[in-house]
C-alpha cells in the first residue's frame, strides 16, 4: 500500500489582471448573486492560459489549472518549469499562503515552507527569537524548539549573529537561519522554492545534504523548486513539470528534467538557427546557426550532430559602423547546467579581427569530441574587451551516439568527452 502523505485535486488557481482582490464591487455582487442561488462563479468560466510571453484578451488568467497528484511520505519531488509557469503558485497553495480558486488538498502532518527569503521573520527580532517565532508558527512548543536550537545554531552558521535583529541580516545569512529553522524542527513536509540559491556554494551543498538525510533517514517529505538541474537531479526522487500552469509530465526526474531541457531549448525551427529581433543598436547579433559536417565534407543545419562530427558555429553580427578589435565566445553547458567548454576567439588567434560593416563570425569546432547527450549554446560579442551582446542558452543540439572508433564499441558512461588517444603496450 501507498503512504500517501499530500495529496491534491483538480487545483486550480485564476487572477484578475492589474488588480489586488477579486477585481470590481459590480463582480463581487455578481458572485455572491450566483452563490446564493447555488450556481457555479460565473468568472470560473472565462480566463486564459498562463503564458507570460503572449499578450492576452482577457482580464483574468489561470495560474494553475487542473493540478493532481500525489506525494509519498519520504519522497523528494521536483518541481520544475520556466519562469511564470506557476510553480511559486502552487507552492504558496501548498503551504496556505493563498487558497486555490477550485480543488482541494489533503496533508498528513506540518508543513513547514522556505518560500522567500526572510519569509515568517520579523527584521526586528534577533535571530533567536525568530527561530522561537517560527518554531512556534510551525507548531512547535517552546521546549520542542529549545531542544534543537542548537543545532540549529551550529547549522545556519551565524552563531556570532545569532542575538543581532535579523535586519542586520545579508540575504544570505536570513535564508541560512530560516532553513535550518525549516529543515531541524520536524515537519511532515518540506517546501522549499528557489531561496537556497540566494546562499553560497558551501551552504547549498550543506542544505543540498541535508534534505537528503531528512528524505531518506528520516522519512519526511520534500517538495523543491529549483532552476539548478544539477541539484534536482542529485535530491529528488520525483519530477513534476509544469508549463504553463499546467502539469506537462510527471514521474521520473531524469526524464523530466529531460522534456524540460528540450521544451525549453529545442522550440526553435527544426533546422536550428534562431533569428533575434533587433533593436537598433549599432552592432547587435542577428542571427545565430549550429551546423554539422560529416565525414564527407557535407554541411548542414541541424539540431543534431553525429558524435565525432565536426561543427560550425555562426554568429551573424548587424554593424553600421566600422567595428575594431571584436572578440567573440561560445560556451556549451549540459542539460544539468554544468559548462562543457569556453571557446573564446581571443585565446584562440592572435590577429585582431574588424570590420567596415556587418560580419559573420565563424567558429571551426573540429576537435570537440562531445559525449552523446543534449547541449545548450551560449554567444557573447566584445568590442575592446566590453560585451556588446550577449545571448545566453539561445539555442540547443544532441550529440548522437556513433562508432568514432571503428570498433564497434561506443564509448559509455556520464562523461562530457571522448578522447582519441593512442593505447600501447611494451615488454618490461
Known sequence: MKDIILKVENISKQYRLGTVGTGTLSHDLNRWW????????????????????????????????????????????GIIGKNGAGKSTLLKILSKVTAPTTGTIKSRGRIASLLEVGTGFNPELT??????????????TKKEITSKLDEIIAFSGCERYIDTPTKRYSSGMTVRLAFAVAAFLEPEILVVDEVLAVGDAEFQKKAIGKMQDISR???????????????????????????????????????????YMRRSVFSYQSNNYIDFKLTGKEIQISRFEIISINSKGERHISN??????????????????????????????????????????????????ESDG???????????????????????????????????????????????????????????????????????
Not at 344 to 349: D, F, N
Request: charged letters at 25%; hydrophobic letters at 40%; a negative charge.
Open 34 to 77: 450566483h452563490t446564493i442561488r447555488g450556481k457555479e462563479d460565473p468568472y470560473l468560466k472565462v480566463g486564459e492560459t498562463n503564458d507570460r510571453s503572449s499578450k492576452g484578451n482577457s482580464e483574468y488568467v489561470w495560474a494553475l489549472q487542473d493540478i493532481n497528484f500525489e506525494v509519498e511520505r519520504g519522497e523528494v519531488l
Open 127 to 140: 535571530g533567536r527569537e525568530n527561530i522561537y517565532l517560527n518554531g512556534a508558527i510551525l507548531g512547535m
Open 217 to 259: 533517514s528520516e522519512g519526511r517529505t520534500v517538495l523543491f523548486v529549483s532552476h539548478n538541474m544539477a541539484a534536482v537531479k542529485s535530491l529528488c526522487t520525483k519530477g513534476l513539470l509544469i508549463e504553463n500552469g499546467k502539469i506537462v509530465m510527471q514521474g521520473d526526474i531524469d526524464e523530466a528534467v529531460d522534456l
Open 304 to 353: 543534431s550532430v553525429l558524435m565525432g562530427n565536426s561543427i560550425r558555429f555562426k554568429i551573424h553580427v548587424e554593424a553600421v559602423r566600422k567595428v575594431h578589435n571584436i572578440k567573440a565566445s561560445v560556451i556549451l553547458t549540459n542539460t544539468n547546467g554544468i559548462k562543457v567548454t569556453a571557446i573564446r576567439s581571443h585565446e584562440i588567434c592572435d590577429n585582431v579581427f
Open 358 to 428: 556587418s560580419f559573420v563570425f565563424e567558429l571551426h569546432a573540429d576537435d570537440l569530441n562531445l559525449m552523446p547527450g543534449d547541449y545548450l549554446v551560449t554567444i557573447a560579442l566584445a568590442e575592446n574587451n566590453e560585451t556588446i551582446s550577449l545571448k545566453e542558452e539561445c539555442l540547443g543540439f544532441s550529440v548522437i551516439a556513433n562508432d568514432v572508433f571503428g570498433t564497434g564499441k561506443i564509448p559509455k558512461g556520464n562523461y562530457f568527452i571522448f578522447s582519441r588517444a593512442k593505447w600501447e603496450l611494451s615488454q618490461k
